[in-house]
């Protein structure tokens, strides 16, 4: 990954959106931040984004929500810390998204009284996963405790 | 629930518990009271204290309403965990109302240690210890190894041989290993273990009498370790079964058993930790007895005599006595790892420190 930005040749399935790679979250951005594990190819990386648009798995916001699975139906890491989902916050009208995995548990990121970002998929989108069979109920109370799978 | 009838021909004096309007997520045994721990899936806690009496009072520990995932007890306080945040919570005394404190941030579950102190898996933010007061505010400590990110999964606490020591604890730390985390009045160390190409996704000890204390461990991809804690030079067992499938959760001993939860079923692998721990192990191929519990079961552990089972119906109980039925027999290599390192990766221990006030 290079240092600028770059567009995924492809567009989602259902929205025709468009995918950007950002340095940021592949080792560019601060420790701190979230990033794709190296062995996720970058077709995964859309995949991830092409499923989560496909089957509209999204909050309130409108910010998307995708996983990776294998043949075998296995929940996949696809951040450098075991991550297993990643978000894709709502773009600008006509602008590419991009994605970064998101944390399982809320993390404690500073003090405490500083309000910090959720970092962790709303339990609608459980829900969501549960309703389009994508994931099964045991699966969906161990994510709704923040277990990995 | 949703076991075949051959297994539930099985839960003989056991009983279920089918969700009402509390869908529980999580439950566990208090240590040093016979009571059960329950939470829901929307942030409440109550208490069994037999399992005719159904469930007392519900009590909210989750502003967030997110799903309970640990529960500790401590200074006759209840402290709850979920992805979310961490809650204490504090009965009425001495003339003083109820009380709540909110750490925002979530955890991988709770546990006490020997001292008392409640003690958190934070993940890559580290370790939290807290110990609940009856004052105004609790310091909350979290604790961090300088340049080494470990992720603090699934967390126990060890047997503490010293008088004063504030904390000796293990947790499974993904693809680090397990890490030992010892924090004495002499002396303080971090020592890990990790297992060629494994992700360690939980733990969980073995003590008989006459043996020294096991920890085994359980990697994603269902095999299983097994160490001597007290040894200096821990040269570890592993074990693999084919007939146990799926992606590991969790596992536990009973009775010198070890069970495992995976994504597929519950496994109940006969005998593993005495074989583990005893003089009769061998290295040889073994035929070894596993009985699969099917169901839609996301959690497992013991209470009194009963292993508890949670699936997304309830709750059921199957008595220890009768877990050795139905089984089938697969054969297991247990044999020494050889592809480990110990590590003593001590001590640069980066500590923050806050307050949170009752209110």
Same mark, same amino acid.
């Given at each position: 990954m290079g240092a600028t930005i770059t567009i995924h040749k492809q567009l989602t399935r259902r929205s025709s959106y468009s995918y950007a790679f950002t340095p940021k979250h592949h080792g560019g951005g601060l420790p701190t931040v979230a990033r794709w594990h190296p062995n996720v190819s970058r077709q995964d990386e859309f995949d991830v984004f092409d499923t989560a648009d496909f089957h509209n798995l999204s909050d309130q916001r409108g910010w998307l929500y995708g996983f990776l699975v294998d043949q075998?139906?296995r929940f996949l890491a696809i951040g450098t810390l075991f991550q297993q989902i990643a978000e894709f916050p709502k773009s600008r009208l006509n602008q590419p998204w991009h994605g970064y995995p998101i944390w399982p548990i809320k993390k404690h990121s500073g003090?405490?009284?500083r309000r910090s970002q959720k970092m962790r998929p709303d339990k609608t989108v459980f829900?969501q996963m549960?309703?389009k069979?994508l994931i099964?109920?045991?699966?969906?109370?161990?994510l709704?405790?923040g277990?990995f799978l | 629930?949703?076991?075949?009838?051959?297994?539930?021909?099985?839960?003989?004096?056991?009983?279920?518990?089918?969700? +009402?309007?509390?869908? #529980?997520?999580? @439950?566990?045994?208090?240590?040093?009271?016979?009571?059960?721990? %329950? =939470? !829901?899936?929307?942030?409440?806690?109550?208490?069994?204290?037999?399992?005719?009496?159904?469930?007392?009072?519900?009590?909210?520990?989750?502003?967030?309403?997110?799903?309970?995932?640990?529960?500790?007890?401590?200074?006759?306080?209840?402290?709850?965990?979920?992805r979310q945040?961490?809650?204490?919570?504090?009965?009425?005394?001495?003339?003083?109302?109820?009380?709540?404190?909110?750490?925002?941030f979530g955890?991988?579950?709770?546990?006490?240690?020997?001292?008392?102190?409640?003690?958190?898996?934070?993940g890559d933010s580290?370790?939290?210890?807290?110990?609940?007061?009856?004052?105004?505010?609790?310091?909350?400590?979290?604790?961090?190894?300088?340049e080494l990110d470990l992720y603090?999964?699934?967390?126990?606490?060890?047997?503490?041989?010293?008088?004063? +020591?504030?904390?000796? #604890?293990?947790? @499974?730390?993904r693809t680090?290993?397990?890490?030992?985390?010892? %924090? =004495? !009045?002499?002396?303080?160390?971090?020592?890990?273990?990790?297992?060629?190409?494994?992700d360690?996704?939980?733990?969980?000890?073995?003590?008989?009498?006459?043996?020294?204390?096991?920890?085994?461990?359980?990697?994603?991809?269902?095999?299983?370790?097994?160490?001597?804690?007290?040894?200096?030079?821990?040269?570890?067992?592993?074990?693999?079964?084919?007939?146990?499938?799926?992606?590991?959760?969790?596992?536990?001993?009973?009775?010198?058993?070890?069970?495992?939860?995976?994504?597929?079923?519950?496994?109940?692998?006969?005998?593993?930790?005495?074989?583990?721990?005893?003089?009769?192990?061998?290295?040889?191929?073994?035929?070894?007895?596993?009985?699969?519990?099917?169901?839609?079961?996301?959690?497992?552990?013991?209470?009194?005599?009963?292993?508890?089972?949670?699936?997304?119906?309830?709750?059921?109980?199957?008595?220890?006595?009768?877990?050795?039925?139905?089984?089938?027999?697969?054969?297991?290599?247990?044999?020494?790892?050889?592809?480990?390192?110990?590590?003593?990766?001590?001590?640069?221990?980066?500590?923050?420190?806050?307050?949170?006030?009752?209110?």
């Amino acid at each position: 990954m290079g240092a600028t930005i770059t567009i995924h040749k492809q567009l989602t399935r259902r929205s025709s959106y468009s995918y950007a790679f950002t340095p940021k979250h592949h080792g560019g951005g601060l420790p701190t931040v979230a990033r794709w594990h190296p062995n996720v190819s970058r077709q995964d990386e859309f995949d991830v984004f092409d499923t989560a648009d496909f089957h509209n798995l999204s909050d309130q916001r409108g910010w998307l929500y995708g996983f990776l699975v294998d043949q075998q139906n296995r929940f996949l890491a696809i951040g450098t810390l075991f991550q297993q989902i990643a978000e894709f916050p709502k773009s600008r009208l006509n602008q590419p998204w991009h994605g970064y995995p998101i944390w399982p548990i809320k993390k404690h990121s500073g003090p405490f009284g500083r309000r910090s970002q959720k970092m962790r998929p709303d339990k609608t989108v459980f829900q969501q996963m549960l309703t389009k069979q994508l994931i099964s109920p045991p699966q969906m109370r161990l994510l709704q405790r923040g277990d990995f799978l | 629930m949703k076991f075949k009838e051959s297994d539930f021909d099985h839960i003989l004096d056991g009983a279920t518990i089918k969700n +009402d309007d509390f869908e #529980i997520s999580y @439950a566990c045994e208090l240590p040093d009271c016979p009571l059960l721990a %329950l =939470g !829901s899936t929307d942030g409440r806690v109550c208490f069994l204290d037999s399992l005719s009496a159904g469930f007392p009072d519900r009590v909210n520990a989750s502003e967030s309403k997110e799903a309970i995932n640990g529960i500790a007890m401590a200074q006759y306080q209840i402290i709850a965990s979920t992805r979310q945040e961490i809650t204490f919570l504090r009965p009425p005394s001495h003339g003083q109302p109820a009380a709540k404190a909110e750490c925002p941030f979530g955890s991988h579950g709770l546990f006490t240690a020997s001292s008392g102190v409640v003690v958190g898996p934070l993940g890559d933010s580290g370790v939290l210890f807290a110990m609940p007061t009856d004052k105004e505010e609790i310091t909350i400590t979290i604790r961090r190894i300088k340049e080494l990110d470990l992720y603090f999964y699934r967390g126990i606490p060890l047997p503490s041989a010293l008088q004063g +020591d504030f904390a000796n #604890i293990a947790f @499974a730390v993904r693809t680090h290993g397990i890490a030992i985390m010892h %924090l =004495g !009045s002499e002396r303080e160390y971090l020592r890990r273990l990790t297992f060629s190409q494994s992700d360690i996704i939980d733990i969980c000890t073995f003590r008989s009498v006459s043996m020294n204390p096991l920890i085994i461990a359980v990697s994603r991809d269902c095999h299983i370790f097994a160490f001597n804690l007290e040894s200096n030079n821990p040269k570890p067992l592993t074990a693999f079964f084919p007939s146990i499938t799926g992606t590991a959760y969790k596992v536990l001993t009973v009775n010198g058993h070890v069970i495992i939860l995976t994504s597929v079923s519950l496994f109940i692998v006969f005998d593993l930790a005495m074989i583990f721990a005893g003089s009769n192990r061998s290295k040889s191929n073994r035929l070894i007895k596993i009985r699969k519990v099917e169901g839609d079961i996301f959690d497992v552990g013991v209470f009194l005599d009963m292993l508890f089972l949670i699936d997304v119906d309830g709750i059921s109980f199957l008595k220890l006595s009768d877990l050795e039925v139905d089984f089938e027999e697969d054969v297991s290599i247990v044999k020494e790892a050889n592809d480990f390192n110990i590590y003593s990766d001590v001590q640069d221990y980066e500590a923050t420190r806050e307050l949170i006030v009752y209110s």
